[in-house]
């Protein structure tokens, strides 16, 4: 199936896997993708820390508003909450459009407006949509080494957060749309999605930077490190932690 302007398959998945495009309400099947809210700024500015009127330290004030919503005072803590956010929609856009179209959108960060601002889950506008393959090489490449290597080396500079952590934060959001993408076509009848689903993940997470983040079985998944999620005012482990139970509070972060 080609892709079509305004992603309309991506719609009856909601949450985190809906992207919106340029195309407006008139045009659209439903008001889904509505325009922006005013000036937005790119994931690549938002990356490059561009010193530029509304779109200065964009990330920086995502990291703010996940800390307020959180009522956190550690910001590694908020930067990590924020980073698996953004990488949960990245790859649920990602692998739905590879699932269902068979075919990816070009998510170069230049393409995609961010609404800093906006609740859980991040949303995301693509300004123009561009068809690439939808092999796992396309796919790292695009979700990768396009918005995952930047955006944790801009995380890593500001915050200090580790890069077990990070990658550990990038598996655990694959695997969470994996899942969720899995139950939907299940539940629909769509074993056709599931299976390029199963195959798509499977080699995503055989890629160097992923392989090691944690275990598979089936959909499950059991990380290697620590979103810190824990940390958060009357937060717990979740459920795919390395930690059975919250270890015990410390002044310290710990670096996992």
Do not use: K
Not at 63 to 69: D, I, Y
Not at 107 to 120: G, I, V
Not at 136 to 157: E, I, Q, Y
Not at 207 to 230: D, I, Q, W
């Amino acid at each position: 199936m080609d892709l079509d302007t305004g992603l309309a398959a991506l719609r009856p998945l909601g949450g985190f896997f809906v992207l919106r495009t340029a195309v407006t309400a008139a045009n659209a099947a439903n008001a889904v993708n509505t325009a922006p809210p005013g000036p937005l700024p790119t994931l690549a500015q938002a990356y490059a820390g561009t010193p530029a009127d509304a779109r200065r330290n964009a990330l920086t004030a995502r990291v703010e508003t996940v800390a307020r919503r959180l009522r956190s005072h550690e910001p590694r803590v908020s930067a990590s909450i924020a980073h698996q956010g953004l990488a949960a929609r990245l790859w649920s856009a990602a692998l739905g459009c590879a699932a269902l179209y068979g075919r990816l959108p070009d998510l170069d960060p230049a393409l995609l407006l961010w609404d800093r601002d906006a609740p859980a889950p991040d949303d995301l506008w693509l300004t123009e949509v561009r068809p690439l393959p939808a092999d796992p090489g396309t796919v790292a490449d695009t979700v990768l080494h396009g918005h995952l290597v930047p955006l944790g080396a801009t995380l890593r500079a500001r915050y200090g957060v580790a890069t077990g952590l990070l990658w550990g934060n990038a598996g655990s959001a694959l695997a969470g749309a994996a899942r969720e993408l899995d139950r939907w076509a299940r539940a629909n009848g769509r074993d056709d999605v599931a299976g390029r689903c199963r195959a798509l993940t499977s080699a995503l997470f055989a890629h160097p930077l992923l392989s090691a983040t944690g275990t598979r079985t089936g959909t499950a998944f059991r990380r290697r490190s620590c979103c810190l999620y824990y940390r958060v005012p009357g937060g717990g482990v979740c459920g795919d932690c390395c930690f059975p139970r919250p270890p015990r509070p410390s002044p310290r972060a710990t670096s996992l």
